[in-house]
Nanobody, 124 residues
Framework: VQLQASGGGFVQAGDSLRLSCAAS???????MGWFRQATGKEREFVAA????????VYADSVKGRFTISKDNAKSTVYLQMNSLKPEDTAVYYC???????????????????WGQGTLVTVSS
């Protein structure tokens, strides 16, 4: 599985941005995740989606503002980010793997496949 992330940019607080992660390979039974890493901080979980069921999980910090979704035809997962805050500034990574138990969805080491990061900068 190969992942290609895109869509980052520089925005103002309160703006919206949509990240994309195009996947190649068979991902029908995979979990797809978005993580982010701010400068000097550890990589943190943002959201995850189970490809075949569409079930989603979110970090508390983004609930109600971010939405993870997928396009089956394009094998692409999206992260719609609304009401962006300066603290959302980070490099965002998409990830994928199969057979991740629910309690481990937020753990970076649960995922073996990673895309390159895309930088999101939110200015106040």
């Amino acid at each position: 599985v190969q992942l290609q992330a895109s869509g980052g940019g520089f925005v103002q607080a309160g703006d919206s941005l949509r990240l994309s992660c195009a996947a190649s390979g068979r991902i029908s039974n995979y979990h797809m995740g978005w993580f982010r890493q701010a400068t000097g901080k550890e990589r943190e979980f943002v959201a995850a989606l189970k490809w075949n069921s569409g079930n989603t999980v979110y970090a508390d910090s983004v609930k109600g503002r971010f939405t993870i979704s997928k396009d089956n035809a394009k094998s692409t997962v999206y992260l719609q980010m609304n009401s962006l805050k300066p603290e959302d500034t980070a490099v965002y990574y998409c990830s994928a793997d199969s057979h991740i138990i629910h309690s481990s969805l937020g753990v970076p080491s649960s995922y073996n496949y990673w895309g390159q990061g895309t930088l999101v900068t939110v200015s106040s």
